[in-house]
């Protein structure tokens, strides 16, 4: 079989080659299709319609249109040419599941995922496991600090998932079968609904295997929202329903410096019957009217419960012997309820305003227990063991965010954008008998944008920016009782850039650097062989990125992105086999060094379609002290098909050169690492009609 590397080439030259010579059936030479520059938007940022360059921020949007030339159908295949991004797949949450990085931290809960406007995992984690990618219009990708709409929710970046509309047309059906014995089945429709009122239903089942012993998902999903729109007024409503089941992979037990080689590639050590199984269902509804005059007043509500019940284990002692492993089953419940109300103004006078104020409501139950059993390191069975039956341990949380922003953006020159926000946050958390914790703070931003040269769609701009924000830590349910609530996160970060447009739009180019210092970040340790969490002091993340887009003649993009980030401990004591070791100037774990990508497609609306690209992620370290060193590694993706008015067939193939290497730590098993998943293939057919 040819390499990653040399099928990634084939295809880049030959999918060149055919937009350079497409010829019509008469033989006649086809006069170039224009490149013409595709409108972007984006709403994450100020709730306002707005063209990323037009923002004082590090902000890209990744339209529908390109995900389908991608093949892209996770959240890792989604944002693999994104800026600054790494996305590593799988991980504690299970196969089905993502860890993302941004700005060089790891962290699953650092980021946050909004879809369609409400926050999708409330007050605690990212549900990144339940979310489908089916009849996306776009996703936007903003790095650093979440803006004051969402209050204290995200530290280093936010990902909203925006879906087609309630009104699109479009109707779809679409199947998949891969490695792995994986396959999928897909349909995205209109359906009838009362009045003047637009319905859409999007649902799909997806079953996906892995090389890995014993380990596979499959998911049944469900996307309804309607809608109805008149004049100056809209409502809507939307409900998503997600069934998940789990089959996990192990992590594999770092010994030293190096993974050991006790343990073979893809063994699994979990016991048997092992599930990571959860039911989730959202509901939401909001409206928007015109209020004092040409105002516009916009509110949003949802309601999401989800039920988990989980069995697993991980290995706690790297020999053949008795008991090496510790388990645990718990069940977990989690309702939150999110409400915002907010009035946007108009430009006016060279202003405009927005107030707002929202709530975000979480409880969390969660009842287990644990236990000892005993697993062979070759993972060669899955091991029995004595689960137990009567839950004698708990972790609960309450929380509740309430709060107050208000933002405003000043053009005193058509030149000259100057923007600012303010939010009063209140913050709320209570873990029973008598162990709770209460936070009223500030946090807000300030940011500007000069126009150095504009000529119609081009222009050369500047941008600056300093957030302030805070987040109450991390709570992961975990069994070890630890008890207490940990210090707020907090951060100050600053930013500036440039943001280029030129040839007529057809080519985008931003470079940015940042610097953030941390307090208090959330670190994953080990209590007792279950995961806890601690504070870790003063941490400093800082660097710079680059992105260049570029839209070819023939209907082809291409993209390219480099990062450079030093994430380090700047003033952090941790405990190492009894020692207090000061973790000051280390790097912080499994942060690269240096990530970059580069990507091409071809998708005319007719006609050989066709995408290839490249991932970089540089080198790491395994554990704080930087004892562990892991080199830099490259993924290769790629696929071909052709299209027709009414049909799609695809060929994608992921991981081709079959790359194995690190990409994410656990914080439930004791240094231990997800690697990437094996080398797979995908074919697909959509019908159009």
């Given at each position: 079989m040819l390499s990653g590397r040399r099928l990634l080439v084939g295809i880049v030259a030959g999918m060149l080659s055919l937009a350079a010579s497409a010829e019509p059936a008469d033989g006649q030479a086809l006069p170039p299709k224009p490149a013409v520059p595709i409108a972007t938007i984006e709403v994450v940022a100020t709730r306002t319609p707005e063209a990323p360059h037009d923002v004082p921020l590090s902000i890209e949007v990744i339209s529908g249109a390109d995900l389908r030339a991608r093949g892209a159908t996770s959240l890792k295949d989604a944002l693999a040419l994104a800026a600054g991004v790494a996305i590593a797949p799988g991980g504690d949450n299970g196969p089905a599941s993502a860890v993302p990085e941004f700005w060089g931290l790891r962290e699953f809960d650092a980021f946050l995922l909004v879809v369609d406007g409400i926050p999708w995992g409330g007050a605690f984690n990212p549900a990144v496991a339940t979310l489908s990618l089916r009849d996306v219009e776009r996703i936007e990708v903003l790095r650093g600090p979440a803006p004051v709409t969402y209050g204290a929710t995200s530290f280093v970046g936010v990902v909203h998932v925006v879906h087609n509309?309630?009104?699109?047309?479009?109707?779809?059906?679409?199947?998949?079968?891969?490695?792995?014995?994986?396959?999928?089945?897909?349909a995205d429709v209109s359906v009838p609904f009362v009045g003047a009122w637009k319905s859409r239903l999007s649902?799909?089942?997806?079953?996906?295997?892995?090389a890995d012993d014993r380990t596979s998902f499959s998911r049944?999903?469900?996307?309804?929202?309607?809608?109805?729109?008149?004049?100056?007024?809209?409502?809507?409503?939307?409900?998503d329903l997600s069934m998940l089941r789990q089959d996990p992979a192990s992590p594999q037990p770092r010994d030293g410096a190096t993974l050991?080689?006790?343990?073979?590639?893809?063994?699994?050590?979990?016991?048997?019957?092992?599930?990571?199984?959860?039911?989730?269902l959202m509901i939401a509804g909001g409206w928007e009217r015109a209020v004092m005059g040409d105002a516009t007043w916009g509110t949003n509500a949802s309601f999401t419960h989800s039920s988990q019940r989980i069995l697993r284990g991980f290995l706690v002692d790297i020999s053949n012997t008795a008991n090496n492993a510790s388990g645990y089953r718990e069940n977990i419940g989690v309702n939150d309820l999110y409400a915002d109300t907010h009035i946007i103004w108009p430009a006016k006078s060279d202003w405009r305003f927005m107030t707002g104020v929202d709530a975000l409501f979480a409880n969390g139950n969660a009842e287990g227990a644990t236990f000892n059993y005993t697993a062979l390191l070759n993972g060669s069975t899955a091991p029995s063991a004595s689960v137990p039956s009567i839950f004698d341990k708990d972790a609960k949380d309450q929380r509740l965010f309430l709060g107050a922003y208000g933002s405003a953006e000043w053009r005193p020159d058509p030149r000259l954008t100057v923007s600012g926000g303010l939010r009063l946050n209140e913050t709320s958390e209570s873990r029973g008998a008598g162990v709770s914790a209460t936070n009223t703070r500030l946090s807000g931003s300030l940011g500007l944008m000069y126009a150095i040269w504009e000529a119609g769609p081009n222009h050369v701009r500047?941008?600056?920016?300093?957030?302030?924000?805070?987040k109450p830590a991390a709570f992961d349910f975990s069994l070890a009782?630890?008890?207490?609530?940990?210090?707020?996160?907090t951060s100050r970060s600053y930013e500036g850039g440039l943001k280029f447009r030129g040839f007529d739009g057809t080519v985008d180019f931003e470079a940015s650097a940042f610097k953030m210092d941390f307090e208090n970040l959330v670190t994953a340790t080990v209590v007792n062989n279950l995961p806890a969490l601690i504070n870790s002091g003063h941490t400093r993340f800082q660097g710079f990125e680059l992105a260049l887009n570029v839209r070819l003649e023939h209907a082809m993009f291409a993209r390219a992105s480099y990062s450079s980030h030093d994430a380090k401990f700047v003033d952090f004591v941790q405990v190492f086999d009894g020692v207090p070791t000061q973790l000051g100037g280390k790097?912080?774990?499994?942060?690269?060094?240096?990530?970059?990508?580069?990507?091409?497609?071809?998708s005319p609306d007719e006609g050989f379609i066709a995408s290839a690209s490249v991932n970089y992620t540089g080198d790491r370290f395994m554990n704080m002290r930087n004892t562990a060193p892991l080199a830099g590694f490259s993924s290769y993706d790629a696929g071909i098909g052709y299209r027709t008015g009414r049909w799609e067939f695809r060929l994608d193939g992921h991981n081709l050169g079959d790359?194995?290497?690190?990409?994410?730590?656990?914080?439930?098993?004791d240094a231990q690492y997800y690697r990437m998943p094996a080398r797979s293939i995908r074919t697909s057919v959509v019908l159009k009609f």
């Open positions: 509309a309630a009104a699109a047309s479009a109707r779809y059906l679409a199947a998949t079968g891969g490695s792995f014995g994986s396959g999928s089945l897909a649902a799909d089942f997806d079953k996906q295997g892995f049944g999903h469900a996307l309804w929202r309607a809608a109805h729109v008149e004049n100056d007024s809209k409502t809507w409503i939307t409900a050991s080689a006790s343990v073979p590639l893809d063994a699994n050590h979990n016991p048997a019957g092992a599930h990571l199984d959860e039911d989730r500047v941008f600056a920016n300093a957030r302030d924000t805070f009782g630890s008890g207490g609530v940990l210090k707020p996160e790097r912080v774990e499994m942060s690269a060094k240096q990530l970059w990508s580069a990507g091409i497609s071809l790359s194995r290497d690190v990409v994410s730590e656990s914080e439930f098993g």
